[in-house]
């Protein structure tokens, strides 16, 4: 039998590597620096901190004081109510003897009105806190002089339908003031802004 040769095959280690042509063979770039450079390294360890001022006890003494002016005014719109549920009118008795004072001043309401407006609305001395409170509580005062303007120039009457009528409209507009009366003084008591309804978009109007 011939002996058939055995034929080693050595290959070496480049031999087995694939070649590449040579525009495949460049380096591949390298990515830029995603690390944001433009801001110092402080910001990237500071935290963010806030700090909360409470409103001074002079804002809110001030605010609160400014909605007993439209309180005043808007009493009477609860002669109904305090007639029929004499309960309702006890929170309001300690005013009664200030509310004599104030009507038996004359033109006290409209005195009183331009006090608010040119001392405090439109004193640049006070913060945009009171005045917005001062202004909130004019604006208030002044829709609620609209009824009594329409009752005089409507005449509804004093029986049948139209008393009925002035009655529920009285009732609506006391339940209405002292609602806004008391929303706004807590309000301000605690520091806080009060919006009441229908009068603050215009009162912040008048501010801007």
Avoid at 24 to 31: A, E, W
Avoid at 63 to 91: D, E, H, K, M, T
Avoid at 167 to 189: D, K, P, Q, T, W
Wanted: hydrophobic share 45%.
């Amino acid at each position: 039998m011939a002996a058939v040769p055995i034929i080693r095959l050595s290959l070496s280690s480049h031999q087995l590597k694939p070649s590449l042509p040579s525009k495949f063979r460049q380096p591949f770039p390298r990515l830029p620096n995603l690390r944001p450079t433009h801001l110092p390294k402080s910001t990237a360890t500071s935290r963010i901190s806030c700090s909360y001022t409470p409103t001074p006890a002079t804002d809110r003494l001030i605010s609160a004081a400014s909605y007993f002016f439209p309180l005043f005014n808007g009493l009477r719109y609860g002669g109904f109510l305090f007639n029929q549920y004499p309960i309702l009118a006890v929170p309001f008795k300690p005013l009664f003897p200030i509310l004599s004072l104030y009507h038996s001043i004359p033109s006290a309401s409209f005195i009183s009105f331009f006090a608010l407006y040119l001392g405090i609305v439109r004193n640049p001395s006070f913060s945009r806190y009171v005045r917005f409170n001062a202004l909130q509580a004019l604006v208030l005062d002044v829709l609620l002089a609209v009824p009594a303007l329409l009752q005089n120039i409507l005449s509804p009457g004093r029986s049948g339908l139209g008393l009925k009528f002035t009655i529920l409209m009285y009732n609506a507009l006391f339940v209405f003031v002292a609602g806004c009366f008391i929303y706004g003084l807590v309000s301000s008591i605690l520091g806080k802004t009060p919006y009441l309804p229908f009068v603050a978009e215009a009162a912040g109007r008048q501010l801007d």
